[in-house]
């Protein structure tokens, strides 16, 4: 069973940084394109950013420049760097993992950009 979980979720000033991380099990993470979602009250999930098992890296136009996403297979881990945060950056973030019809997601870390 696919089991993902988030940290490194909080509370932070705009133009603070946080980093984000994914701990993956129960599967063979290297041939899974992973990456983070994120949801904010009242707004539909988007993507934010996700790298495919070749390492090709992809950003929500909104985060480009501010967000480096990152890959470790050794550790079956995937992490979110997020620099220059700001107050419409606030939402649930969620780990993910797909490959073809299985797609799987973490409970989320709530991230709060306010002063």
């Known amino acids: 069973q696919v089991h993902l979980v988030e940290s490194g979720g909080g509370l932070v000033q705009p133009g603070g940084s946080l980093r984000l991380s994914c701990a993956a099990s129960g599967s063979i993470f290297s041939w899974y394109t992973v990456g983070w979602y994120r949801q904010a009250p009242g707004k539909q999930r988007e993507s934010v950013a996700f790298?495919?098992?070749?390492?090709?890296?992809t950003y929500a136009d909104s985060v480009k420049g501010r967000f480096t996403i990152s890959r470790d297979n050794s550790k079956n881990t995937v992490s979110l760097e997020m620099n220059n945060l700001k107050p419409e950056d606030t939402a649930v973030y969620y780990c993910?993992?797909?490959?073809?019809?299985?797609?799987?997601w973490g409970q989320g870390t709530q991230v709060t950009v306010s002063s």
């Open positions: 790298i495919t098992t070749g390492g090709r890296l």
């Open positions: 993910n993992q797909k490959l073809g019809q299985r797609d799987y």
